[in-house]
Protein backbone atom coordinates (compact mmCIF):
# COMPACT_ATOMS: atom_id res chain seq x y z
CA UNK A 1 0.00 0.00 0.00
CA UNK A 2 2.83 2.06 -0.42
CA UNK A 3 3.42 5.24 -2.26
CA UNK A 4 4.65 3.31 -5.53
CA UNK A 5 1.83 0.21 -5.23
CA UNK A 6 -0.55 1.28 -8.17
CA UNK A 7 -3.48 -0.35 -9.13
CA UNK A 8 -2.43 -3.02 -6.94
CA UNK A 9 -2.43 -0.67 -3.72
CA UNK A 10 -5.95 0.97 -4.34
CA UNK A 11 -7.47 -3.22 -4.87
CA UNK A 12 -5.47 -4.25 -1.71
CA UNK A 13 -7.17 -0.55 0.33
CA UNK A 14 -10.50 -1.12 -0.80
CA UNK A 15 -10.49 -5.10 -0.19
CA UNK A 16 -9.55 -4.22 3.21
CA UNK A 17 -11.92 -1.32 3.70
CA UNK A 18 -14.62 -4.10 2.77
CA UNK A 19 -13.88 -6.52 5.50
CA UNK A 20 -12.90 -4.16 8.16
CA UNK A 21 -14.95 -4.72 10.86
CA UNK A 22 -16.17 -2.02 13.69
CA UNK A 23 -17.47 1.98 13.57
CA UNK A 24 -16.10 5.57 12.64
CA UNK A 25 -13.68 4.49 16.18
CA UNK A 26 -12.52 2.12 14.66
CA UNK A 27 -11.91 2.91 10.85
CA UNK A 28 -10.43 6.42 10.92
CA UNK A 29 -7.47 5.45 13.67
CA UNK A 30 -6.65 2.53 11.30
CA UNK A 31 -6.63 4.93 8.03
CA UNK A 32 -4.40 7.40 10.18
CA UNK A 33 -1.95 4.59 11.38
CA UNK A 34 -1.88 3.78 8.11
CA UNK A 35 -1.00 7.33 6.67
CA UNK A 36 1.41 7.76 9.43
CA UNK A 37 3.58 4.60 8.68
CA UNK A 38 3.95 5.72 4.86
CA UNK A 39 0.53 3.61 3.05
CA UNK A 40 -0.38 5.58 -0.27
CA UNK A 41 -2.94 8.94 -0.31
CA UNK A 42 -4.87 7.02 -2.73
CA UNK A 43 -5.08 3.37 -1.21
CA UNK A 44 -5.95 4.88 1.96
CA UNK A 45 -8.91 6.71 0.27
CA UNK A 46 -9.94 3.71 -1.38
CA UNK A 47 -10.06 1.75 2.35
CA UNK A 48 -12.38 4.51 4.05
CA UNK A 49 -14.46 4.79 0.94
CA UNK A 50 -14.58 1.01 0.60
CA UNK A 51 -15.67 0.84 4.43
CA UNK A 52 -18.19 3.51 3.89
CA UNK A 53 -19.87 1.97 1.04
CA UNK A 54 -19.58 -1.55 0.72
CA UNK A 55 -18.22 -2.25 4.82
CA UNK A 56 -20.25 -6.02 5.40
CA UNK A 57 -20.73 -4.88 9.03
CA UNK A 58 -22.00 -1.48 8.33
CA UNK A 59 -24.56 -1.99 5.41
CA UNK A 60 -25.45 -5.34 4.67
CA UNK A 61 -27.41 -6.38 8.04
CA UNK A 62 -29.65 -3.60 7.86
CA UNK A 63 -30.29 -3.89 4.15
CA UNK A 64 -30.52 -7.49 3.65
CA UNK A 65 -33.59 -8.35 5.78
CA UNK A 66 -35.35 -4.83 5.18
CA UNK A 67 -34.67 -4.41 1.37
CA UNK A 68 -34.19 -7.99 0.11
CA UNK A 69 -31.31 -9.94 -1.21
CA UNK A 70 -31.49 -8.23 -4.66
CA UNK A 71 -31.16 -4.85 -3.61
CA UNK A 72 -28.60 -5.33 -0.97
CA UNK A 73 -26.96 -7.24 -4.34
CA UNK A 74 -27.16 -4.92 -6.70
CA UNK A 75 -26.05 -1.99 -4.05
CA UNK A 76 -22.50 -3.75 -3.53
CA UNK A 77 -21.83 -4.52 -7.71
CA UNK A 78 -23.17 -0.75 -8.41
CA UNK A 79 -20.62 0.52 -5.10
CA UNK A 80 -17.66 -1.80 -6.29
CA UNK A 81 -16.05 0.56 -8.27
CA UNK A 82 -16.00 3.82 -6.39
CA UNK A 83 -13.60 3.03 -4.02
CA UNK A 84 -10.96 2.42 -6.69
CA UNK A 85 -12.02 5.73 -8.72
CA UNK A 86 -12.18 7.94 -5.27
CA UNK A 87 -9.09 6.44 -4.88
CA UNK A 88 -6.97 7.07 -7.82
CA UNK A 89 -8.49 10.72 -8.08
CA UNK A 90 -7.46 11.01 -4.38
CA UNK A 91 -3.77 10.24 -5.52
CA UNK A 92 -4.11 12.44 -8.42
CA UNK A 93 -4.90 15.37 -6.31
CA UNK A 94 -2.56 14.83 -3.38
CA UNK A 95 0.42 14.59 -5.91
CA UNK A 96 -0.85 17.56 -7.52
CA UNK A 97 -0.91 19.45 -4.51
CA UNK A 98 2.45 17.70 -2.73
CA UNK A 99 4.35 19.64 -5.71
CA UNK A 100 3.22 22.81 -5.08
CA UNK A 101 3.85 23.20 -1.52
CA UNK A 102 7.24 24.27 -0.71
CA UNK A 103 9.40 22.06 1.20
Not at 39 to 60: K, M, N, P, Q
Request: charged share 10%.
Amino acid sequence: MGPESGLKGLLIGAAFGAILPGGPFTAYPVASALLSVGADFGATIALVVSWTLIGYGRRSPGNLPIMGADFTLWRIVISLPMPILAGALGRFVYARIQHRLPP
